[in-house]
């Protein structure tokens, strides 16, 4: 049953998306910003928590789950060290992600030449 649930939770999430790139004038990068404040927001009202235990790893695969991901972090590292947390927070679950993220584009930007 997780299986299916991961499976459903995403197809929404790209449905959604989808919608909005075929009935709006936003380009992907804004729907792409749009849902990680979305994920944001449910992770500071701790429904993307509830989310994550119901569909498992398929609330953790969208790009909601970035923003989750964002203000989880930046929130367990505020209740530590106060205030100063929020900034230092924010790369601590995140960190591997845009690691990986920043080496794959310079070794991909290496092998291929871009199209003028």
Do not use: R
């Amino acid at each position: 049953m997780t299986y299916i649930l991961a499976f459903l939770f995403c197809g929404l999430v790209c449905m959604i998306s989808q919608i909005i790139l075929d009935n709006t004038k936003l380009t992907p990068g804004h729907v792409t910003s749009l849902f990680v404040v979305i994920g944001a927001f449910l992770d500071i009202f701790g429904i993307y928590d509830k989310i994550v235990v119901y569909c498992g790893a398929g609330a953790l695969v969208p790009i909601t789950s970035f923003g989750h991901l964002l203000v989880h972090g930046a929130m367990d590292v505020a209740s530590e060290l106060g205030p100063l947390g929020l900034a230092f927070g924010i790369f601590n679950l995140t960190a591997a992600g845009i690691s990986v993220a920043i080496v794959m584009a310079f070794v991909l930007a290496l092998i291929f030449k871009p199209k003028h």
